[in-house]
């Protein structure tokens, strides 16, 4: 069958939520103080070390926004698409934050050909 080529003691996957974030910025929500145990940063490396043992096998991940304000998401952006870009990032690619709600339908389509 098409799982055959999968070890029967490890499995192959792609996690696709994965958080980052540098906790000196931390987004608005990482502030409230009832998420004291995961306000740290949250790095690349973390990320690589983590997916390298178990008895799963991380392939790969794809990066979920982090809910930065508005103002922040085009650094965000530009820090997500450098990540992805690091020699052995295990990074796949990236669900971004965008002006949906906050912008116009020009704004949005605009920023989402600029980071496609």
Known sequence: GPLQHLSATRMDFIDTHVHLWDATSLPPWLADPALASIARTRSLSDFNVEASGGALSLCGGVYMEVDVAPADR???VAC????????????????????????????FTTYVREWA
């Open 74 to 76: 085009e650094r965000e």
């Open 80 to 107: 997500v698409v450098e990540m992805c870009g690091v020699p052995g990032s295990r990074l796949l690619g990236a669900v971004i934050g965008a002006p949906v709600v906050d912008g116009t339908l020009e704004e």
